[in-house]
């Protein structure tokens, strides 16, 4: 299996398998908010465009941010907080954020699209494993295309990055990291010590709360990945098994 890596200007000119990652916050949210019971999520890239979808399906619901902070209207943050207390009541869930639904909007050439992040790795990497062409052996597609939608110069996106470097080795790994390697523990560290990771430690930046962090590098914490398909002009997203 080979791997390429692209950052969100790359997007629009990859095809086959493509792996869009955002591990602080949009694609760790998004599985807590499938936990809770959202049937499913709409990726949208922009805000006017995120409020008229919400006009037309009534009932449902748009979460998201601008620039890691809240935006005026809409119904959640970009927080995976509100999934995991009680009252969440399980809607139909519009997605829209800096990164993570840019990256899913623009790969358009994708056949097979994933989103994941740490709290997901290993059902990411068994549903890629399973996507093997029939009678092949179990070694998924012959590449992947993995999306660090945070990738700026400094660092900044290396939290995508680590997990992108996870996934790979883990499907690299074959066999061997069923029985726990590699070692999750440098790759999860990166996020806490990267620029984004960090300014979750800063009590001063409130749209950036700590338990928030905490809850991105759950490792593992879901047993299903999600899958973007294309239907009706729409992105759904939804949880998937391998």
Known sequence: MKFRRVALDGCASVTGTVVVIDVLRAFSTACYA??????????????????????????????????????PGFDYGNSPQPFVEDGFVPRRLIQRTSHGTQGVAA????????????????????????AAPRGFPPLGPEQVTFVITGWKQGLWGDEDTACADYL???????AAAQHGAPDPAPYLARVYDSPTGRQFADPAILHYPATDLALCTSLDRFDFTMTVARRDGLLRMTPARA
């Not at 790969?107 to 494993?129: H, K, N, P």
């Not at 790979?168 to 074959?174: P, R, S």
Request: charged share 20%; proline share 4%.
């Open 107 to 130: 790969s358009v050439g994708a056949t097979t699209l994933l989103t994941t992040s740490f709290v997901c790795a290993r059902a990411t990497v068994d549903y890629l494993r399973a």
């Open 34 to 71: 499938f936990a809770a019971g959202a049937p499913e999520i709409l990726l949208v890239s922009g805000i006017d465009e995120a409020f008229a979808l919400r006009d037309r399906l009534p009932g449902s619901a748009v979460m998201g941010e601008e620039n890691g902070k809240p935006i």
């Open 168 to 174: 790979e080795a883990l499907l690299q790994g074959g």
